[in-house]
T-cell receptor
């Protein structure tokens, strides 16, 4: 398994500002992902954070809005830029841990953002 | 692209009742299957997972799930629920691109 720490855990943000969420993992992992969970919704993958290169974004998500850094195998950041109330969500960092039988994805506790 | 369907949006039941949540996925290759649970105000937790072998897998808190390959299903069950099982339950699938696809989730409300 993996222990994933996210900061901040919660924040209230002003419209038009940007916020950076940090994700720290207790072990080196190859694959890290960022998900969003809007109120009352399921989880949607934003992007795969690639170590040493640009993140790979899913359809509907762009780098200008959600810039991601991945400087090493244990750390990543997600920035939510120029926030609007529609960005109020839980943002979750996750990592893929491979085992002999298969792969499991573990999640951080999430960063609960409210944009006012 | 793979997709995951959860049949029930909201399930309401009484304590000691049995629970079964349906999950189907659309992918013909090798899959890793998961159920996650999210208790009110808390983060996502892994309930159980299936990789291979025995299609009946047991997870935490008395939950189990059965993988039926021919039906592309991975239904979650618990014989006797408790009030503390009130939560949102998500079925999810990893395929060979290592990405996790989630179902829409099922809200389970257990009445005391």
């Amino acid at each position: 398994s993996a222990v994933i720490s996210q900061k901040p855990s919660r924040d209230i943000c002003q419209r038009g500002t940007s916020l950076t969420i940090q994700c720290q993992v207790d072990s080196q992992v190859t694959m890290m992902f960022w998900y969003r969970q809007q109120p009352g919704q399921s989880l949607t993958l934003i992007a795969t954070a690639n170590q040493g290169s640009e993140a790979t974004y899913e359809s509907g998500f762009v780098i200008d809005k959600f810039p991601i850094s991945r400087p090493n195998l244990t750390f990543s950041t997600l920035t939510v830029s120029n926030m609007s109330p529609e960005d109020s969500s839980i943002y979750l960092c996750s990592v893929l841990v491979g085992g002999a039988l298969g792969n499991t994805i573990y999640f951080g506790e999430g960063s609960w953002l409210t944009v006012v | 692209a793979q997709s995951v369907s959860q049949h029930n949006h909201h399930v309401i039941l009484s304590e000691a009742a049995s629970l079964e949540l349906g999950c189907n996925y659309s992918y013909g290759g090798t899959v890793n299957l998961f159920w996650y649970v999210q208790y009110p105000g808390q983060h996502l937790q892994l309930l159980l997972k299936y990789f291979s072998g025995d299609p009946l897998v047991k997870g935490i808190k008395g939950f189990e799930a059965e993988f039926i390959k021919s039906k592309f299903s991975f239904n979650l069950r618990k014989p006797s629920v408790q009030w503390s099982d009130t939560a949102e339950y998500f079925c999810a699938v990893i395929t060979n691109d290592y990405k996790l696809s989630f179902g829409a989730g099922t809200t389970v409300t257990v009445r005391a």
